[in-house]
Nanobody, 124 residues
Framework: VQLQASGGGLVQAGGSLRLSCATSGRTASSLLMGWFRQAPGKAREFVATISRGRSSTYYADSVKGRFTISRDNAKSTVSLQMNSLKPEDTAVYYC??????????????????WGQGTQVTVSS
């Protein structure tokens, strides 16, 4: 599966951004999908996931209530709507895909394919 992430940019604190991840090779509806992020000098961390089948969602505590992951089966994309952004959300965001039916899939090892990353910078 090939993944192409887009939508990153520079935004002020309190603002919003929408990230998109386009899939090719397999349709997004048949995949476990997730978003992870990595800030400079820090380890990669889980952000959000949407499961195969029921499309159940799960979020890291740090983004719960502010971020929303969704799937557009017609466009074969998965999006991450990010609202009320904070400077600590600054990171490179990666979309990931897998075949597991596990829920919630918060470990990067559950994903087999990764996009190239898109930079999100939130200024204070």
């Amino acid at each position: 599966v090939q993944l192409q992430a887009s939508g990153g940019g520079l935004v002020q604190a309190g603002g919003s951004l929408r990230l998109s991840c386009a899939t090719s090779g397999r349709t997004a509806s048949s995949l476990l999908m997730g978003w992870f992020r990595q800030a400079p000098g820090k380890a990669r961390e889980f952000v959000a996931t949407i499961s195969r089948g029921r499309s159940s969602t799960y979020y890291a505590d740090s983004v719960k209530g502010r971020f929303t992951i969704s799937r557009d089966n017609a466009k074969s994309t998965v999006s991450l709507q990010m609202n009320s952004l904070k400077p600590e959300d600054t990171a490179v965001y990666y979309c990931a895909a897998g075949s597991s039916y596990g829920y919630p899939a918060v470990d990067g090892k559950e994903y087999s394919d990764w996009g190239q990353g898109t930079q999100v910078t939130v200024s204070s």
